[in-house]
C-alpha cells in the first residue's frame, strides 16, 4: 500500500531546501532530521513524477521541472497562509504560529522576558523563533518578525523601533596592565583584537572622530561568532574587543571589563522590530507588536 505523504509539509520543506541549498541547513532550520527532509523531497518528486533537484555530494541545483513547482509550491502556501490569515481576522482571535527571527545572543537584551509575558497572556499563540546570525529573507523563508540590530536596507518592509544599545571598545585591567593603553583606534593595529565574525565585516573596527565615523583593518587573535564567548575571552586577558554594552555589562559590573577609546564611541545602535507590510492586518502579529512595543521596560529589568 503506498504511503500517504503530508503534501504541504513537503513543499515547505523544499521551499527551505531550495533557499538553503542543503539538506542539514533545512534540517536545522526545520527542527527535523535530516533524513526526514530528504524524505519529503523524495516524496514530492515520486508524488508528481519528476526529478526536482540535481544532487551531488558537493551541491544542488533545480531542475527545470523544480523551478516550475518551487513557483506552484510558493503560490499554494502564500494563498493557504492568505486564507488562514483571512480566517483569523473573521474571527478576530489571536491565535496561530508566530515564526520570528533574531541574531544570537538577543536574549541578553532580555527580550524572551517581554516574548514570555504575550504568551502567558495569549496561550492559543504558538512561538517557532530562529535564532541565526545571517540575513533572513522574511517573505520567502516564511517569517512574520525579525528584531535587526544597527541599520535596516530592507525598504520594502516596516520597521519599528525597539530599543537602542551601546557599542563598546573594551579590555581587561590586566590586559592594559601588560600591553598599555591605546589612545586612538589607529593604535589597535599594534595590539590583540578579539573578532567577532559574525559581524559583516568581521575583520574591521568602527569608531567615530569629529562627527564622522572610520573604520580600519585589525588582525584578530581570537575569532569567535558568539560575541558573550568572546566578552569571556577579553575579560581573560587576551585581547580588546568591540561589542555591544548588554554582552558585556556582567563583566563590567566586576570589573574585569573596562571600556577604553570611549571619546571614540559609535552612537548608539537602533533594534528594530521588522515585518512585511502585508502581514499588519494579521491581528496576532499585530497584537505581539503592540506587547512588545508596550512591555519593552520588562527586557531592560
Not at 508528481?48 to 551541491?59: E, K, S
Not at 491565535?95 to 541578553?108: E, H, M, P, V, Y
Not at 544597527?150 to 596592565?177: Q, T
Amino acid at each position: 500500500m503506498e504511503r500517504k505523504i503530508d503534501l504541504l509539509k513537503a513543499m515547505r520543506t523544499f521551499v527551505v531546501v531550495v533557499n538553503k541549498l542543503s539538506f542539514s541547513a533545512a534540517a536545522r532550520e526545520l527542527n527535523i532530521v535530516v533524513s526526514a527532509v530528504s524524505r519529503q523531497v523524495s516524496d514530492l518528486e515520486k508524488h508528481f513524477d519528476c526529478i526536482l533537484l540535481y544532487r551531488t555530494t558537493r551541491a544542488m541545483k533545480l531542475t527545470p521541472e523544480g523551478q516550475h513547482y518551487l513557483d506552484e509550491f510558493k503560490a499554494v502556501l502564500e494563498r493557504l497562509d492568505n486564507l488562514e490569515l483571512s480566517a483569523a481576522q473573521r474571527q478576530h482571535k489571536i491565535g496561530g504560529r508566530l515564526r520570528i527571527t533574531s541574531a544570537f545572543n538577543i536574549d541578553q537584551l532580555g527580550i524572551q522576558h517581554v516574548v514570555a509575558d504575550f504568551l502567558r497572556q495569549y496561550p492559543d499563540v504558538q512561538l517557532s523563533w530562529v535564532l541565526v546570525n545571517r540575513y533572513v529573507n522574511l517573505i520567502e523563508e516564511g517569517f512574520d518578525l525579525a528584531l535587526r540590530v544597527g541599520e535596516l536596507s530592507d525598504s520594502g518592509f516596516i520597521a519599528r523601533h525597539y530599543l537602542s544599545m551601546k557599542i563598546l571598545m573594551v579590555a581587561s585591567p590586566d590586559y592594559l596592565a601588560a600591553h598599555g593603553t591605546p589612545e586612538h583606534p589607529k593604535a589597535l593595529s599594534e595590539h590583540r583584537w578579539l573578532v567577532d565574525s559574525s559581524n559583516r565585516q568581521p575583520g574591521r573596527v568602527r569608531y567615530q572622530e569629529n562627527g564622522k565615523q572610520h573604520q580600519l583593518s585589525v588582525n584578530g587573535h581570537v575569532d569567535v561568532n558568539q560575541g558573550t564567548l568572546l566578552a569571556d575571552f577579553a575579560a581573560a586577558g587576551l585581547g580588546i574587543a568591540q561589542l555591544p554594552e548588554f554582552m558585556l555589562s556582567h563583566h563590567l559590573q566586576q570589573g574585569k571589563l573596562v571600556p577604553i577609546l570611549e571619546e571614540y564611541q559609535l552612537p548608539a545602535l537602533d533594534v528594530s522590530l521588522v515585518y512585511p507590510a502585508s502581514k499588519l492586518t494579521d491581528p496576532t502579529l499585530r497584537a505581539f507588536i503592540d506587547h512588545l512595543l508596550a512591555h519593552k521596560h520588562l527586557s531592560t529589568e
